[in-house]
């Protein structure tokens, strides 16, 4: 055998071994995952196609969802609200997210901005696995885990980069048809 030869062995089992620990390590960040979170990794990573309605973060097409999917629709849809390039947009988005009992009161709507709006447009991009995409976030757990008809008020905790879950309250707003709003966000 040639130098040569030898040179170019030496350098394809290198790159085996390389792939051979990039495949472990994969594997150990999908265990990880599958760990965190509450649907399976790849329901995670792409959920099924939501409308972000102007009116609301459920649109009327998509009444087939579940209790549990429609939970997730809001957080997914403060989310979009947060990486929308136009502030005033967006905030506009954000607002609808929210229980009308958090919006009615004099202050509520500056009160939103300046605390709520200003957090989540900062850190947005910590519960996103893919930059920009607001359905790429991970819900680390929900209470109660499977929300049904009945129930009032539920938790949505989001994984976020560098820190424990951070929780989403949502409770049912009779001004929006019973529909799942926020009532504290503290993304």
Excluded: N
């Amino acid at each position: 055998m040639s130098d040569g030869e030898d040179a170019t062995r030496a350098d394809l089992s290198g790159v085996v071994a390389a792939l051979r620990e990039l495949t472990a390590e994969v594997a150990r960040l999908r265990e990880v995952v599958s760990q965190l979170t509450t649907v399976p990794v790849s329901r995670a990573a792409a959920p099924a196609p939501l409308a972000l309605a102007t009116s609301a973060p459920v649109a009327e097409s998509d009444a087939h969802l579940t209790e549990r999917e429609r939970c997730l629709a809001v957080v997914r849809a403060l989310l979009a609200a947060a990486v929308t390039e136009d502030d005033d947009q967006g905030f506009a988005a954000f607002v609808k997210c929210f229980h009308s009992d958090r919006t009615d009161a004099p202050r509520a709507i500056p009160s939103l901005r300046e605390f709520s709006w200003r957090s989540i447009r900062r850190t947005v991009a910590s519960y996103l696995t893919v930059p920009g995409d607001a359905s790429s976030f991970i819900p680390a757990r929900l209470d109660p885990p499977e929300p049904s008809a009945s129930d009032r008020s539920m938790k949505v905790f989001v994984a976020c980069a560098g820190r424990s879950p951070v929780p989403v309250a949502l409770k049912r707003d009779k001004a929006a048809g019973d529909a799942w709003r926020a009532t504290d966000c503290s993304l």
